[in-house]
């Protein structure tokens, strides 16, 4: 099971990502954003950081890097791949997942710990996981305030695309647990498809009980699991 | 020809701004009272070389459309100048 990491100028959760994955016990490898080939990979992982500085919107430019057309064949073919943070604001950019993320409400950088419960199992990234389940991650970012017009919203309410929501420790997605102002507390997507997903929330950096907490492991054990079953999306669920 | 191109991006009315709010909440604790509504946008200077304005027009629809503008959140229009050495 290998895990291939993308490294965008201005990435920086890309080594937070190895060390992570690989605590989890997976191997990985840097894709540079300039490669056109993900031959190898089970799995990519766009990280976190400011690709391109955040010029013009977060991941505006990024989604323009040679790379992102084999991350797109990729994720067409059915394979797993998650954006986190800047990551999941790429993939927004790049059209392979619907919305956009705006300024934080409180216009202030959040860097903290939150909760956010499980909204659906039917993901490679989620699949050991069970509906409601509340995890405690970090998060950091400034923008992270998911908008989508309301006929996307209900399509990912109906369809089952919303993955995880911002909730309180008792599992509520209560408005003063909402950190950044998102709608209707959404802290994670997927396609209509499942394959790929996005999370404001960074599970690498809670895969070790020293660095505060393990909840971030599942994710990466649940698509290695995902790989390993050959699950095909489209299938089961 | 040489032109110039100036886009005006907003976000749409139904997208809350954050930054605009801050703003004016920062002027009206100044003692600007009266100031209502902020709402932040950009402004992007294109210079482009291309044949005719119909052509220039077309780059920087294409542009807005692909890059500078997101669509979902944002709207945008633009004047387009012939640049004259000024």
Redesign the interface.
Known sequence: MKFGIIVFPGSNCDKDCRTGIEAAGFDTGFIWHRDTSVAGYDCLVLPGGFSYGDY??PG??AR?SPIMDSVARFASDGKPVLGIGNGFQIL??AGLLP??M??????RFICDWINVRVESEGTPFTSLYAEGDVLTLPVAHGSG?Y???PDVLAQLNTGGQVVLRYCNELGEAASRANPN?SLENIAGICNETGNVVGIMPHPERACEAILGGTDGRRIFESAAEWVRGGVRVGQGA | MKYVAYVNIKLKQS?????G??VRSALVSMGYGGVQEIRLGKRIRVELEAANEAECREIVDEISQR??V?P??ETYEYEIREESGE
């Open positions: 013009l919107r505006a430019i323009f927004l950019e919305g956009a705006r300024r934080n409400a409180g216009t305030n908008f989508a017009h102002g | 997208v809350l701004d954050p930054q709010e801050a890059v500078l997101n979902n959140m």
